[in-house]
T-cell receptor
Framework: DVKVTQSSRYLVKRTGEKVFLECVQD?????MFWYRQDPGLGLRLIYF???????EKGDIPEGYSVSREKKERFSLILESASTNQTSMYLC??????????????FGPGTRLLVL | AQSVTQPDIHITVSEGASLELRCNYS??????LFWYVQSPGQGLQLLLK??????LVQGIKGFEAEFKRSQSSFNLRKPSVHWSDAAEYFC????????????FGTGTKLQVIP
């Protein structure tokens, strides 16, 4: 079974702090994704990565950055946390797209509260 | 641009009753379509997916979905709901980019009453 783990289930930070959210997958997947989930808005893509050291902006990248130094690990960074970044953050991974779009496998999520 | 609409924010059904969750998509060509389920406190799990071929797709946990191109729909169905099906359900569409940009709907929360 594919396993995607996220470093924290719950996190409380103060405005202005630098926040790191870590995601690790154990299936040697090329693609990794960071989403945020908010009530009534569904999942919105922040960033994704299709290879080590490669990244692309998703729909809402402002205020976030990412790092992918190793294939299995994809980090989301909030350079200076703000209250409007309070949300549930979901990481996902998938094998490379060939002809068809492959399934994404999700971690359990990190619920971040910024005070 | 691709998009997904789930018109029902919240649905309540009785245990044992049938279920249909609606999903409409917008995409220029043949889309790749997915249904995911999120149980409370969990990440998302794939229920089923449609890429091509038979328009009626079977998934896990007794769910099925039917792709209807003429209606731009991909509704999820289950003939008899169990209390453990209470969760949030997300429809998703992909196909526009090679690197799997998937667009999710806003979700439908299912409540199951005894």
């Amino acid at each position: 079974d594919v396993k995607v783990t996220q470093s924290s289930r719950y996190l409380v930070k103060r405005t202005g702090e630098k926040v790191f959210l870590e995601c690790v997958q154990d299936m040697d997947h090329e693609n990794m994704f960071w989403y945020r989930q908010d009530p009534g808005l569904g999942l919105r893509l922040i960033y994704f990565s299709y290879d080590v050291k490669m990244k692309e902006k998703g729909d809402i990248p402002e205020g976030y950055s990412v790092s992918r130094e190793k294939k299995e690990r994809f980090s989301l960074i909030l350079e200076s946390a703000s209250t409007n970044q309070t949300s549930m953050y979901l990481c996902a991974s998938s094998p490379p797209s060939r002809v068809n779009q492959e399934t994404q496998y999700f971690g359990p999520g990190t619920r971040l509260l910024v005070l | 641009a691709q998009s997904v609409t789930q018109p029902d924010i919240h649905i309540t059904v009785s245990e044992g009753a049938s279920l249909e969750l609606r999903c409409n998509y917008s995409y220029g060509a043949t889309p790749y379509l997915f249904w995911y389920v999120q149980s409370p406190g969990q990440g998302l799990q794939l229920l089923l997916k449609y890429f091509s071929g038979d328009t009626l797709v079977q998934g896990i946990k007794g769910f099925e979905a039917e792709f209807k191109r003429s209606q731009s729909s991909f509704n999820l169905r289950k003939p008899s709901v169990h209390w453990s099906d209470a969760a949030e359900y997300f429809c998703a569409v992909a196909g526009e980019r090679g690197y799997q940009k998937v667009t999710f709907g806003t979700g439908t929360k299912l409540q199951v009453i005894p």
